[in-house]
């Protein structure tokens, strides 16, 4: 080439196949880009800087980003932990046999009302109820230490998906708590939350709200046509539980009756403390002592819906009884978990 000198020539011909590769590898493939951002909820530029760097080899640009998702959600989350986290939600699944309750935490009522943080808790309710179904034992409670440790199916760790979403988020966030009952033979379970945020999630019916309700409710006798169907009916005990906040199931007493001195009391199935896992079996639930205040035993309280008569007579009037009763609201004091 006339004008060039060799060693010219050879370093124009060099910087030519910079230039090339360069414009190359910065173009990313537009549909994996769609794609990767929708699969893992990064941001563009950070798809396609995954693309750029693995050259538009889908599965390793995925696992990449993924793992310095992880990796920025850990730093943020070790930042952020002090931070106080009074909103969230409450999630609850279940099919009538079965059900689980659990509470996620954040900052602000904002994220709380944000896609990405309802996806989490949809995501981590589900997956609560797939670890705890593989028990055979009829309640359990876990607390969030408990939690961080358990494996979700696709192998991460609960504080492992919390740790990713608070990188993408940018708030504090936990898995406080969750609750599994599951129904006798002879008995069904209603669940309720308070305001519902929106229709359920899936086909699993994933209820979402700021307070939220389980009750197993048994038929005393077999009655041909009940007054109220038992699911209706268990919804209604809900949202007394929501609005009333009993403590305890207490005895129901007819007026004409006597009330002994000392009444064998049965009391909520959540433990006061919501300390690590607490099974039916260890009895710690129905033999705790009851609180003295009779507004705090669901059988005496004046019934939400209809206060001319108690919880303990609506019930009576149906042949029904409860069993158990889960209550949580979003961001309440636990007793005993600060003590952690």
């Known amino acids: ?35 990767l951002r929708k699969q893992t909820g990064i941001p563009f530029i950070n798809c396609r800087k995954a693309l750029i760097k693995f050259d538009n080899d889908f599965n390793q640009a995925k696992k990449w ?17 002090t931070r106080p986290m009074s909103h969230g939600l409450v999630a609850v699944v279940g099919d009538g046999k079965k059900a689980t309750m659990i509470e996620v935490n954040c900052e602000t009522d904002f994220v709380a009302r944000n896609e990405k943080f309802i996806a989490l808790v949809s995501k981590l309710v589900q997956e609560c109820s797939i670890h ?5 034992e009829k309640l359990i409670s876990a607390n969030k230490d408990v939690l961080s440790q358990v494996t979700s199916s696709d192998q991460s760790t609960f504080a492992d998906i919390v740790a990713l979403h608070i990188g993408s988020i940018g708030e504090n ?14 008995s ?40 109220m169907a038992l ?9 007394h539980i929501v609005g009333m ?9 007819p ?18 403390d919501d300390a690590g896992y607490n099974s039916d079996d260890s009895s710690d639930v129905d033999k705790s002592p009851s609180p003295d205040i009779e507004e705090e035993k669901l059988l005496q309280q004046e019934y939400l819906l209809d206060t001319s008569m108690t919880v303990g007579e609506f019930l009576c009037i149906n042949e029904v009884e409860v069993s158990h009763f889960v209550r949580y609201a979003c961001g309440e004091e636990l007793e005993g978990e600060n003590e952690q």
């Open 1 to 35: 080439m006339r004008g060039f000198t060799k060693p010219g020539l050879w370093s124009f011909l060099q910087l030519s196949c910079r230039s090339f590769s360069v414009a190359v590898v910065e173009k990313a493939d537009k549909a994996m880009l769609s794609k």
């Open 65 to 81: 980003l993924l793992e310095e998702a992880q990796k920025e959600g850990w730093a943020k989350a070790t930042k952020l932990q």
């Open 132 to 136: 705890f179904e593989k028990s055979q």
């Open 173 to 186: 966030m936990s898995l406080r708590r969750a609750t599994y009952l599951r129904a006798d033979n002879d």
């Open 188 to 227: 069904v379970l209603s669940t309720y939350v308070h305001p519902s945020s929106g229709p359920n999630r899936s086909a699993k019916s994933i209820l979402l709200g700021k307070y939220g309700a389980i009750v197993e409710l048994k038929q005393k006798h077999k009655v041909d046509k009940p007054i």
């Open 231 to 239: 699911n209706e009916l268990g919804s209604h005990i809900c949202q």
């Open 245 to 253: 906040n009993p403590r305890a199931i207490g005895v129901y007493v």
């Open 255 to 272: 007026k004409e009756t006597k009330v002994p001195d000392k009444e064998e009391e049965v009391t909520s199935a959540v433990p006061k």
